[in-house]
C-alpha cells in the first residue's frame, strides 16, 4: 500500500497540498482567563472553511498576564482569510460581536506584519461619538501603541487601533489518518491534533480539530467549489477511482492553517509522529494526504520530508 513507515505504520509518499493565505492574530485579554477563553471560542466559531464561513480562525495558545500587553490573562487567537480586505471584514464582525460584547475583555494585535487592518479605528464608531484614543505603552515590547477606548456599560472596551496582516500565511496543511473502525480512527486523530497544536502560530479549525467531510476541488453538480472526497469515502470503497483498501472503515482528516509555511510543516510533522507511534494500538492502517494535482495551491508539503523528527530543510516549498 506504501513504500513509506514511520512507527511501523505505512505513510503514503504523496503530498499535502496547501495555498496561500492572508493571516493575523489578536490577544483577547480579561480579569481572568476563564472570560478571556469564553471570548476566545465564541469568536472562532463558525470558521472552519473560508470556503463557506469566509474565515477559518482557532486559538492558538494562552497567554499568562506577563505576555500580554495589560497584565491579565490572555488567549491568542489566529484568523485566516482568502485576503486583506476579506480578513478585515471578518475580524471587525467577530471581533464587534463576540469581543467587544463580552464582560471584561480588552483586544490586542497579536502579530507583527506589513498590512494594517483597522480595528479599534472602526469599531469605534459603535461609542457613538464618546470614544477617544490614547497612546499606551505595551509593557512587552516597550512600543508607544494607539487604542480606543469605547465606552460600554460595564466601563470601557479597550481596542487597539489597528492589527496587522502576516506574509507568508498558508492554509490547508493536512493529514488523513485511515483505520479500521470509528473510535479507534478517532482516537489517533485526537493524539494528532493535540501534538499539532503545540507549535505556536499553528491552529486546526475544524471541530476539535478533525474533519469529516474531507472534500476534493469542483464537483459533478455545476457551481460547487468543492465537494465530498469519494476516493476516501468507505461507503463508495467498491467505485473506481477508490483508495481505501478492503481493512479500511473510516477516514479522518486534520486541516493545519498557520502564520508561516515552516509553521505547517512542523505542525504536520508533530502530528504524523504521534499518529503513527500511537496508531498500532488503535488499528491504524495508513497515513496519507490530500492533494489536487497541483491546482489548489503552490505549498507541497511531502511526507517522506516529514518521517524525520527533525527537518533536513525549511518544507512547503512550491
Not at 13 to 23: I, K
Not at 29 to 42: Q, R, S
Not at 122 to 144: E, H, N, Q, S, W
Request: glycine share 14%; hydrophobic share 45%.
Amino acid at each position: 500500500m506504501a513504500d513509506l513507515t514511520l512507527n511501523g505504520i505505512p505513510v503514503i509518499d504523496t503530498f499535502a497540498e496547501a495555498f496561500d493565505v492572508a493571516g493575523t492574530a489578536i490577544i483577547i485579554t480579561n480579569d481572568t482567563a476563564k472570560w478571556a477563553m469564553i471570548a476566545a471560542v465564541t469568536m472562532t466559531g463558525f470558521a472552519t472553511s473560508v470556503i463557506g464561513c469566509g474565515a477559518e480562525a482557532g486559538i492558538d495558545c494562552e497567554l499568562s498576564p506577563e505576555e500580554t500587553p495589560d497584565g491579565r490573562p490572555g488567549v491568542r487567537v489566529l484568523l485566516f482569510g482568502f485576503e486583506p480586505n476579506g480578513l478585515k471584514d471578518q475580524l471587525l464582525k467577530r471581533v464587534g460581536q463576540c469581543i467587544l460584547t463580552c464582560p471584561g475583555t480588552a483586544c490586542y494585535a497579536g502579530v507583527e506584519g506589513p498590512t494594517k487592518i483597522k480595528l479599534g479605528g472602526a469599531i469605534r464608531y459603535f461609542g457613538d461619538g464618546f470614544a477617544v484614543a490614547k497612546r499606551l505603552t505595551d509593557p512587552v515590547t516597550g512600543k508607544a501603541r494607539r487604542y480606543w477606548r469605547i465606552p460600554v456599560m460595564d466601563g470601557e472596551f479597550l481596542c487597539e487601533d489597528f492589527v496587522r496582516a502576516v506574509d507568508g500565511a498558508v492554509g490547508g496543511g493536512n493529514l488523513l489518518f485511515l483505520g479500521r473502525n470509528h473510535a479507534e480512527t478517532l482516537k489517533v486523530a485526537e493524539i494528532a491534533v493535540d501534538a499539532a497544536r503545540t507549535v505556536s502560530g499553528a491552529i486546526l479549525p475544524f471541530p476539535g480539530g478533525i474533519v469529516r467531510s474531507g472534500s476534493k476541488v469542483g464537483a459533478r453538480t455545476k457551481g460547487m467549489m468543492a465537494s465530498t472526497n469519494d476516493a476516501y469515502c468507505p461507503t463508495l470503497k467498491g467505485r473506481a477511482g477508490s483508495e481505501l483498501s478492503a481493512e479500511v472503515g473510516v477516514v479522518l482528516e486534520i486541516v493545519i492553517d498557520a502564520l508561516t509555511s515552516a509553521g505547517v510543516a512542523e505542525s504536520m510533522r508533530a502530528a504524523l509522529h504521534a499518529s503513527t507511534a500511537a496508531g498500532a494500538a488503535h488499528g491504524l492502517v495508513a497515513v496519507t494526504a490530500g492533494n489536487y494535482g497541483g491546482n489548489l495551491g503552490r505549498h507541497h508539503y511531502h511526507l517522506k520530508d516529514l518521517l524525520s523528527k527533525e527537518p533536513a530543510s525549511e518544507a512547503g516549498a512550491a
